[in-house]
Structure formats: C-alpha cells, structure tokens
C-alpha cells in the first residue's frame, strides 16, 4: 500500500493507536483529516500540528457520518484512503443482562455498525478514485478470546470477516482492503493499559504498522510480530494453550 502522497480521512484519531497513526502519516507527506467527537480536541491537535484538517464525527450516530463525511469531500475531494479506527474496549460480566447488555450494545453500534456506515458513506466515492484503501482495525482478541471482553472479542471477528468479504466483493474496482491486526498495544482503550507490561510499545507498534504497509500486507493482513501469536494459534494447534496464557495474564 502506497502510504505518501495520500489523502487520509481516519475517524477515532484523537488519542491512542489512531492518532498516533495519524500524526505518522502527516509526517510522511500525506493529507490526513482526523475525525473525533470533540471539536475543543480536534481545534487542540490541529493548532499543535499545522497541515492537519479534522471534522467533528459521532460513529454511532449516522447523521454525524453523513455530514462529516460530505464536510470531508468538500474540502478534500482528492480522498482515496479511509482508516476505520474508531472503537471501545469493555469488560463485561455475562452472567446476568445488568452486566453486559448496555454495554454490548455499545460495542457492537461503534465497532461493528461504525465502520459499516463509514464504508457506506464513502465507497461510490472511493470507487471513483484511481487507487484507493479501506483500512479496517481488527484485534488480536478476534482469533484468541479475553474472557473478560467477550463482545469486543466479537466485533472485532466481525470486522475481520467483513474485511475479507469486501475484499472478495470489492475486487472488481480500485479499492483495495487492508486490515491491521493490533496486539495489546499501551493505550487508555482498557484502564491500566498504558501501563500493562504486556502491552505493545504505541511507537513501536505504528513504526512496525508502517513498514509492512509499504512492504505490502500479504493477503492484506498487517500483522506486526508480537499479534503473531494469536493470530496464527489454531493453525499452528496451539489454540487451548494461547487461550489459557492470555486469560491467566489478564487482570481483570
């Protein structure tokens, strides 16, 4: 995947992996328009990063979608790549609906339905664009489950299988579909994260993003070394013993 000389719209780039993404994009040349849901934020990242656009956008709403998204081909009619970045992480308690079912619907409406309405609002357009990139984040945790977070684990299963039936679909125009796979990465997407001694430097892991886009993603996975692990445990047959070290590591 070419990633200089782009025009880059990424929703969910206000903080953690999508704005640390976005910021090394910018630095390689590329236009990049963040979208978050608070303009004080937004009016904060853009002042401190001159080159930088942004737009207010609420995934979970689909108004918000269908206006920033005509706010963003307004003023960037040359856009050819969409990075589906928004997303939340919750710890859920399934053994009665009090702990889990507001908070599944949440999940489930910003993980799944939110890059579901971006793709929608954006495809026409990018079909027209020479070349052009859907990028999709998926999760580790959509191969090996953490029994703490079952509808993220879910979601993210189902932006990877959504991810590959668009490829399917899609192969017949000039969008090509990416999907990163993070590890546990040192972001504020779970309490405790940041610090987690398991979890994934954030510069290193968007350093390590970087390099396999340019090298170009075999089968369209971006696959950094440490998500190794759980993406490949059940071909490798080490599924039962994957699933165990993650869940003993865990510390919720």
């Known amino acids: 995947m070419q990633i200089t000389g782009r025009t880059v719209f990424i929703p969910g780039s206000t903080s953690g992996i999508g704005l640390a993404l976005a910021l090394a994009l910018h630095e390689r040349g590329n236009t990049v328009v963040l979208g978050g849901r608070r303009r004080d934020l937004l009016d904060e990242l853009v002042a401190a990063h001159p080159g930088l656009d942004a737009v207010e956008i609420d995934t979970a709403d689909p108004a918000s979608v269908t206006t920033a998204v005509t706010e ?6 040359d856009l050819d790549v969409l990075v589906a970045m928004a997303g939340i992480m919750r710890v859920e308690d399934w053994h009665g609906p009090e702990g889990f079912l507001a908070s599944a619907e ?5 993980n799944l339905l939110g890059p579901i309405r971006l793709i929608g609002a954006l495809v026409e357009h990018l079909r027209g664009r020479p070349v052009a990139s859907v990028v999709t984040v998926s999760s580790g945790l959509a191969f090996v489950p953490l029994a703490a977070t079952p ?3 879910a979601t993210k299963a189902a932006v990877h299988m959504l991810t590959e039936s668009l490829r399917l679909q899609l192969a017949d125009t000039t969008v090509e579909l990416v999907e990163i796979v993070p590890p546990s990465v040192a ?9 987690s001694p398991i979890a ?3 510069d290193d892991f968007v350093a390590e993003v970087l390099a396999l886009l340019e090298a170009g993603a075999p089968g369209g996975e971006v696959l950094v070394e440490r998500v190794l692990p759980l993406r490949r445990a059940e071909a490798r047959g080490e599924y039962a ?9 865990d510390p919720h």
């Open 200 to 202: 994934m430097p954030l």
């Open 72 to 77: 963003v081909l307004d003023r960037h009619p």
């Open 151 to 153: 509808s993220y684990n």
């Open 106 to 110: 949440q999940v489930v409406t910003t």
């Open 187 to 195: 972001t504020e997407l779970l309490p405790g994260q940041r610090d």
């Open 241 to 249: 013993d994957v699933v165990a070290r993650l869940n003993a590591a």
